[in-house]
């Protein structure tokens, strides 16, 4: 999976004269400091980069300004300026599980023994170091959380389950729910409740 801080990989360059370059007439008025919105809300084209990378995070600089409408620096710098403020986290590569034996998906809600601070976070960071729990929520309830899970097969899953799962710190008892079929997965954020200026 991608780095959390991955933007360093980033495929989008600097173009050629990027770094003086004034904002064009279609930019909609020129941005704050380094692609920031000098009114301190996203605009149209910060909002359109985020819509578009999300659909398609491999694309070339020139090839998202063409997309977006704007000429390459102020977008180059637009995105820049989204990484550094931590609009964008990473860029990751979806990948298929089962073309890499990963049959099961399962949902486990891990109910703990203790529901205190130091207990829970002894807890919590047990879960992160497994692998095979691609995400993990802390839902409503008494110290409840809810994993995904992946595994090669139902043995793997329930050896996963008995030897891994049920021995973690805290844990009173786990309840498991598997995915019969993948309806959406991986879906963009929704970004129609932003009202961009611009």
């Known amino acids: 999976m991608a780095s959390k801080n991955g933007v360093s990989g980033k495929t989008m360059r600097v173009p050629a004269g ?9 930019a909609g008025g020129p941005a704050g400091a380094g692609g920031g ?22 694309l070339s600089n020139a090839e998202l300004a063409a997309r977006i409408g704007l000429s390459p620096a102020p977008t180059w710098r637009r995105v820049r300026w989204l990484e550094e403020q931590g609009f964008i986290t990473g860029y990751r590569a979806e990948i298929d599980r089962r073309r890499l034996g990963l049959g099961v998906l399962a949902f486990v809600r891990v109910d703990a023994d203790r529901n205190n601070g130091a207990a829970t976070k002894e807890l919590e960071e047990a879960i ?17 959380f809810e994993l ?22 805290n844990v009173k008892d786990i309840h498991t729910s598997f995915s019969l079929g993948e ?10 409740h932003l009202k961009p200026k611009g």
């Open 37 to 58: 919105p000098a009114s301190g809300e996203l605009d149209r084209y910060h909002v359109a980069i985020l819509a578009e990378l999300q659909r398609e995070a491999r």
């Open 18 to 26: 990027a770094a003086g370059a004034d904002e064009p007439e279609d």
């Open 148 to 169: 995904e899970v992946m595994a090669t097969d139902l043995d793997a899953f329930s050896r996963f389950s008995i030897d891994t799962l049920l021995n973690l710190p």
């Open 183 to 192: 309806v959406k997965a991986g879906g963009a954020l929704p970004l129609g």
């Open 128 to 144: 992160r170091q497994l692998p095979e729990v691609i995400a993990c929520h802390y839902i409503s309830g008494a110290g409840t």
